[in-house]
Nanobody, 129 residues
C-alpha cells in the first residue's frame, strides 16, 4: 500500500496560481496511474485530473481544462497539479490518489479511466475574490 501526502495548498486570490504536490512513500508509483480529486464544502467529492503511469495520457474534468496541468516525476515519486487562473469555485480540499489492485471495490475511488485504492489526507485550497 502506497502512502500519499499532499502539500502546497493555501489561501490565494482569484486569478492566482498554486502548485500542489503529492509525495508517495512505501512503494514506487512508477507503475501506477495517479489522480487528483477535490471536495468542496457541502459538495460531493469530484474527479479533477489523472495521469497514466508513463505520463502518456492525461485527463481533466471540464471545469479545470485549460487551467490545471497534471504531471509526474517518477524518479522523485511525486505527482503535481499546477493550478492556474484559480477561481473561487476551486475552493476545496484536494486529494491525490494512486491506482492499485488492493482494497475492496466499494472502497475505491473512480476518476478518468482508472480505479484508485490509495489516497492521502488532502490539502486545503481556498480561493478568495
Amino acid at each position: 500500500q502506497v502512502q500519499l501526502v499532499e502539500s502546497g495548498g493555501g489561501l490565494v486570490q482569484a486569478g492566482d496560481s498554486l502548485r500542489l504536490s503529492c509525495a508517495a512513500s512505501g512503494r514506487t508509483i512508477s507503475a501506477y496511474a495517479m489522480g487528483w480529486f477535490r471536495q468542496a464544502p457541502g459538495k460531493e467529492r469530484e474527479f479533477v485530473s489523472a495521469i497514466s503511469w508513463n505520463a502518456g495520457s492525461t485527463y481533466y474534468a471540464n471545469s479545470v481544462k485549460g487551467r490545471f496541468t497534471i504531471s509526474r516525476d517518477n524518479a522523485k515519486n511525486t505527482v503535481y497539479l499546477q493550478m492556474n487562473s484559480l477561481k473561487t469555485e476551486d475552493t476545496a480540499d484536494y486529494y491525490c490518489a494512486a491506482e492499485g489492485p488492493s482494497g475492496s471495490i466499494g472502497s475505491r475511488w473512480y476518476g478518468g479511466p482508472y480505479e484508485y485504492s490509495s489516497w492521502g489526507q488532502g490539502t486545503r485550497v481556498t480561493v478568495s475574490s
